[in-house]
């Protein structure tokens, strides 16, 4: 797999002052213009999952490069497992999505996706069923529960 040479670590603040931190990894490109206008991945991984852990987190954003797309992949609070050690709550993650969107959108991107595997899918349906987002298109979700407590 070909490792991209446009990769930024981004960190920036929720609402709440947490601190996420993230992997931007955009296409190959003069113009800047001609990146914003490409489809942008926001993934956000599972429990026990961060951005650098072996497979899906580390692997995705690459191949999704490859086949055109921009991508940022994004520890959200349960990172590490943030809420097997009194870290994260689930519901907080609402807010890290909010500070990934708006990063985005002041950053350019109108195409945004938001692609959540596993308990990421159920972090970013939970998102998208309490929040809307001009420049957020849509939701890829892999591996989501049928369903969840309210």
Known sequence: MK?????????FRTRDRFLINSLLITAESHRK???????ILLQIHGQLGHFLARGTPRLLPHALVERGFNTMSMNTR?????????QGIFDDTIKDIDA??????????????????????????YWASNREHANVKGLILEGLLYSSPD
Do not use: W
């Not at 950053?107 to 308990?119: P, T, V």
């Open 78 to 86: 349960l990172a590490y497992a943030g809420q097997i050690t009194g």
């Open 100 to 125: 990934a969107v708006e990063f985005l959108t002041r950053e350019g991107f109108k195409n945004i996706f938001i692609l959540g595997y596993s308990l990421g899918a159920c972090m970013a349906a």
């Open 3 to 11: 490792i991209h040479g446009r990769q930024e670590l981004i960190r």
């Open 33 to 39: 213009e001609e990146i914003l206008d490409i489809p």
